[in-house]
């Protein structure tokens, strides 16, 4: 007892030593640390990582009046009206800043997770963010651009690989170089827990694109009861499949893809109908939607609205109706994808296998881009990761931002079981094929 006691003491004040040379930026005291030690230890009180440690140490004097959103509680600080980052105040020395991101690169050079939360729910790019260090934070970001990359890459050499090795896969688990310890295309755009509860105090890992605690069955879903209110769309278990705050930005989304009448149009993924009402709008000489729920099924059949010879309903998972529609050969000036309980892998999916055999010479196509939306971070990791993987499957993309308006949660959410958007700008993406 009194061995382990020691130990513990040992441990602790090791920890100390790696958190006070990354707030101090000493560079060669903490090398010699982490020959020994991890990046990753946490204070025990604060749940600051040496990452936290390095970041918080260039706090401006003046950051608390002008603090930043992160979209990650209602207990955040007043956004700034403009929210973009502008860097520090100028209250902090510019070689303090460097230092820090010096001593950050090497944190993370030595396996330091970008997605660690503190007692305060805030990963370190969270707290850069909030302090409006913008340097720091453009490091952070990249950091779980790499991580989250990388986890892609070992999922395709793990399907390589075979089956022969799951039993292996699921032993070891998938912490480590990437230190992102969750299976990196498990988690959906919109849908489902996403995550720990702002203020949780335990030091988890922040979301990420994946989240082994995320519910993800999309058979269950299509197979259970559905909660219909003029506002919102919720599935049996009370998660947001569709709300109508969504509708600016569903509007906005039509009238890019579709400004002007005569198109041919696919919407993947009902809902609602609010992107397929303007759809309509535009007068489109076909528009087909694929959805695979049957309660939503059985309420578009009896709608008038969607009974036009114009509009072609494929009732089924897109995965099985999209083979059939290629097969008889129709092209498509205008595709929309949009579905629930699935996984940002079925989204790859779609835009790497499928896009291409339904999307016409000079067609544009979108998607609602909602990865990671409830962490300002996550959201711009993770569109840094699709745009990446979009580019690879021969698209090229534009960024429309659109202004999304404060929800107050006992109003907007009440009845949801986990708000599924945070942020106050979305960020509208148009897919064309690279020229």
Request: aromatic share 8%; net charge negative.
């Amino acid at each position: 007892m009194e061995t382990d006691s020691v130990q513990n003491h040992e441990r602790e004040l090791q920890t100390q030593h790696i958190l006070l040379a990354a707030s101090n930026h000493d560079l060669k005291s903490l090398g010699t640390l982490l020959r020994t030690g991890s990046a990753n230890v946490q204070d025990s009180d604060t749940g600051f990582t040496p990452l936290h440690a390095a970041i918080a140490a260039c706090e401006p004097l003046s950051s608390s009046p002008k603090s930043i959103s992160n979209g990650i509680g209602a207990n955040r600080d007043t956004p700034k009206e403009n929210s973009d980052i502008k860097g520090s105040d100028g209250d902090e020395p510019e070689g303090n800043i460097a230092a820090a991101a010096t001593t950050v690169k090497l944190l993370l050079q030595n396996g330091a997770i970008w997605n660690d939360v503190d007692a305060n729910d805030e990963t370190p790019g969270c707290l850069a963010r909030r302090l409006g260090l913008n340097e720091l934070y453009e490091i952070m970001v990249d950091a779980g651009v790499r991580a989250e990359m990388l986890l892609n890459r070992l999922d395709e050499y793990q399907i390589l690989r075979g089956s022969e090795d799951d039993e292996d896969k699921e032993d070891e688990g998938r912490e480590g170089a990437a230190g992102c310890p969750e299976d990196s295309d498990s988690i959906p755009s919109k849908s489902l827990d996403q995550g720990p509860d702002p203020g949780s105090s335990s030091h988890e890992p922040a979301i990420s694109l994946s989240d082994s605690n995320a519910p993800l069955n999309n058979t269950a879903y299509l197979s259970s009861n559905l909660f219909i209110h003029p506002t919102k769309l919720l599935d049996a278990s009370r998660n947001g499949i569709m709300m109508s705050w969504e509708t600016p930005i569903m509007e906005r989304t039509a009238a890019i893809l579709a400004p002007s009448s005569g198109l041919r149009i696919l919407n993947v993924g009902h809902g609602m109908g609010i992107i397929d009402t303007f759809f309509q709008k535009a007068s489109p000489t076909a528009h087909h939607i694929i959805e695979a729920h049957p309660i939503i099924l059985a309420q578009m059949r009896t709608n008038p609205a969607w009974s036009s010879p114009m509009v072609t309903i494929h009732a089924g998972k897109w995965q099985d109706v999209v083979p059939n529609i290629i097969a008889q050969g129709q092209l498509f000036d205008v595709i929309y994808f949009d579905t629930f309980a699935e996984d940002y892998s079925a989204l790859r999916d779609f835009f790497s296998d499928f896009v291409i055999g339904l999307l016409d010479e000079g067609g544009k196509w979108g998607f609602f881009n909602g990865l990671g939306a409830d962490r300002q971070i996550c959201y711009d990791v993770y569109g840094k990761v699709v745009e990446m993987d979009l580019f690879e499957a021969g698209f090229d993309t534009e960024w429309t931002t659109v202004n999304v308006p404060e929800m107050k949660d006992d109003e907007e959410w009440e009845g949801v079981k986990r708000k599924y958007w945070a942020l106050r700008e979305y960020r509208l993406p148009i897919c064309r094929f690279l020229v």
